[in-house]
Every structure is written in structure tokens, then in C-alpha cells.
């Protein structure tokens, strides 16, 4: 028995071996935390971590998927599997969560966010994304790259892009490549009682990335002790990390 790959859910299949090793044995495996894989499909990741012998969580929506890994892995039950990753509250579990997976481009960005919205309990995530994504997320200033996303993920996560993957070791192969990343939780201290206004300058600053920031946050209102802030003066796409986060300290 096969999965059929479905177009709406986004499924590439990943086929060679060795790169579904490689992915597995880039995350750091610490005894007290859980495992969850999303989209698991015929458990080309799946077999490398059961042999971690730690607690694994799989987020997976296809049944025919949810069968073939009962069927073929004998160790997986129904307590293994939490339905959809998008709508799991990481509330229900105590422990630390890292986060692994194949992810099925169509989803990639609304995963990386509710890996933000969780970060307390996510110290790490190892991940397949479309290449685009993947090279966005690990963007640094005065890039093409650098956005949003960029800014909100390494706010809370070191990034580390580890490889690119060819199309041509998918079942069906995609139309694009893939780049593996990895998250390691940062103490994000600087975000603390500040993250809704973090995002909201980040997101206003980048809205109209070509304008200097003096007009592009007129949208959310600058305080007037801002109006002369070398800051102003430069574009979302010139100021790191930091420099956000300072921008927001002094809003």
C-alpha cells in the first residue's frame, strides 16, 4: 500500500534516504523533550526518529496517510496522532516540543508562525521548505530576502539554513527546490510585554519596504519623540534584528 500524494494538501513525498537521515540527525535530540513531525505522509522522517526512542507526536491530516503509518510502523497507535498542527494547543502538554518536519509548502508560513506564537514551548525546529521560504527566513539586512518574516522569526529563533534539496527526490516532484533550515530557541528577553507592538512596527515597516520609515509607520502612528530618530531615515529592510527590537523599546 502507497499514500496517493494530494495536490490540496500539498504532498511531495520525499523519496531518498539518505537526505531524510540527514534531516533527522540535524536536530539535537534532548531526552525530556517530544518529538513532533508535521506531515509525516508514508514516515520517511518517521522511522529515523522512532529510533531516537523518544516520545513522537504526529501531526497528520490524511488518513490514507494516518493508516499506512499504523499499518507499517507497529510502534505508532492512536495516541501518536494529533490531527492538525495549525489547530493543536501546545497547552495540553507539558513538556518542551521540538518541531520537525517535510512541511507542505501551501502551509509554510502559517507553521512558522504558530511555532512563534509558541516558542516558550518550542526550543528547536528542524524543517523542509520551499526554497524561497527557506532563504527568506534565514535572510539577513539589506537584502532582497529580508522581511517580515525574516525580522519575526529570528527575533525568537537563531536560524541556520543547512541544505538545499533537489526536486528531483520528491514523489511528485515539486516545481521548485527546497531548503532545509534549523530554529534554536534565542532568549527573546527583548520582546517581553513588547511582542504586539514588536510585530505591529515590523509589519507597517516593511508594508512599503522602498519608503524610509518616517513613512512608512505614519500607518500606526509615530510618537513625536521618534520624529528625529535616526531611524526614520532608513528603509524596514536596512535595520536588523536589534535595531527593531530598540526601535520598539523606544516607541
Known amino acids: 500500500m502507497n499514500v496517493r500524494a494530494k495536490k490540496h494538501l500539498g504532498q511531495h513525498f520525499l523519496t531518498n534516504e539518505a537526505i531524510a537521515e540527514q534531516i533527522v540527525e540535524s536536530m539535537d535530540f534532548i531526552s525530556d523533550e517530544i518529538i513532533l513531525e508535521v506531515g509525516p505522509g508514508m514516515g ?47 497547552s495540553e502538554i507539558q513538556q518542551q516540543i521540538a518541531v520537525i518536519g517535510n512541511f507542505p509548502y501551501n502551509i509554510s508560513s502559517q507553521i512558522l508562525f504558530k511555532i512563534i506564537e509558541n516558542y516558550s514551548q518550542i526550543p528547536q ?17 539589506r537584502t532582497k530576502d529580508y522581511g517580515i ?12 539554513y543547512l541544505f538545499t534539496v533537489d526536486e528531483t527526490v520528491f514523489n511528485p516532484p515539486p516545481k521548485v527546490k527546497s531548503g532545509v533550515i534549523k530554529l534554536t530557541r534565542n532568549p527573546s528577553e527583548g520582546l517581553k510585554n513588547h511582542e504586539i507592538l514588536f510585530k505591529k512596527i515590523v509589519k507597517a515597516g516593511f508594508g512599503q519596504r522602498r519608503k524610509k520609515l518616517s513613512n512608512s509607520l505614519k500607518v500606526i502612528g509615530i510618537p513625536e519623540k521618534l520624529a528625529d530618530h535616526r531611524f526614520m531615515t532608513q528603509r524596514a529592510e536596512e535595520l536588523s534584528v536589534s535595531d527593531f527590537l530598540e526601535l520598539t523599546h523606544l516607541w
Open 149 to 160: 518574516l525574516s525580522v519575526l522569526v529570528q527575533a525568537y529563533y537563531n536560524v541556520e
Open 44 to 90: 520517511v522522517l518517521t522511522k529515523y526518529l522512532i529510533k531516537k526512542n523518544q516520545s513522537i507526536l504526529l501531526a497528520e491530516i490524511d488518513h490514507e496517510s494516518i493508516d499506512y503509518l499504523k499499518q507499517n510502523y507497529l510502534n505508532l497507535n492512536e495516541s501518536n496522532f494529533i490531527g492538525d498542527f495549525l489547530k493543536f494547543d501546545f
Open 125 to 141: 525546529m528542524v524543517g523542509m521548505f520551499q526554497k524561497e521560504v527557506a532563504e527568506r527566513v534565514a535572510a539577513v539586512p
